[in-house]
């Protein structure tokens, strides 16, 4: 294994939510009177944090979304996790994978800790990573594409960002990961892959990527 850690977004990568998000978060800026289609939520917050939302709504229409709007937008996706939500194919085998190598790895997400938990409770992927695996850009000042959130995962799992490797299917994402100095792998199933060019390397298929790692 050429990395000491590998560092796994969450939504799009492990579980299989960004269909199910993009859909209300469009969904509910148009009922909000901020008309947005699914590709449109796609390109402009896929891999973001919330306030990447709240930012961009202000920046386009000089008015603020409501007080409640996460509170809202969450439980409206936790609703639907509930009925609709799976792990990403053959990202179990991953995890089994390198826990069976003892690679060490963790999550750093731009969505909440309580989204991340209860995705992974609904796709059974909870036993695969405990609290000290997981970080939300609620850990830190700046999400995704600023590097904050991967260099505090690294700090806090104890290994320099130049031996990690990030897994990632968002532009924002892959961003980050380069100006953190890491290596980063783009996962292509949903992503075009030339917006994920300035990866490390691209690849399609969850489950071909325990192997990509030992190359």
Request: include cysteine.
């Amino acid at each position: 294994m050429r990395y000491d850690l590998v560092v796994f977004d969450n939504d799009g990568v492990l579980v299989d939510s960004e269909p199910i998000s993009n859909r209300l978060l469009a969904g509910y800026l148009t009922e909000l009177g901020h008309p947005t289609s699914y590709e449109e939520s796609l390109r402009d917050y896929m891999g973001g944090a919330m306030h990447r939302v709240h930012d961009l709504v202000l920046e386009r229409t000089g008015r603020r979304l409501p007080d409640d709007f996460d509170d809202v937008f969450h439980e409206r996706v936790f609703a639907a996790f509930e009925r609709e939500l799976e792990a990403v194919h053959g990202a179990v085998d991953v995890l089994e994978k390198l826990d069976a190598d003892g690679v060490a790895y963790c999550v750093a997400s731009s969505g909440s800790h309580a989204r991340i938990r209860v995705g992974h409770r609904k796709a059974g992927l909870d036993r695969w990573f405990d609290d000290e695996q997981i970080f939300s850009s609620q850990d830190v000042g700046r999400g995704k594409p600023a590097p904050d959130l991967f260099l505090y995962a690294a700090d806090r799992m104890g290994v320099a960002p130049e031996r990690c490797v990030v897994i990632e299917d968002s532009a924002l994402g892959v961003q980050a990961a380069v100006a953190a100095g890491m290596d980063v792998f783009g996962f292509t199933a949903m992503t075009p892959a030339v917006k994920l060019s300035g990866a490390t390397r691209l690849f399609a298929d969850m489950g071909e990527l325990a192997d990509l790692l030992r190359d």
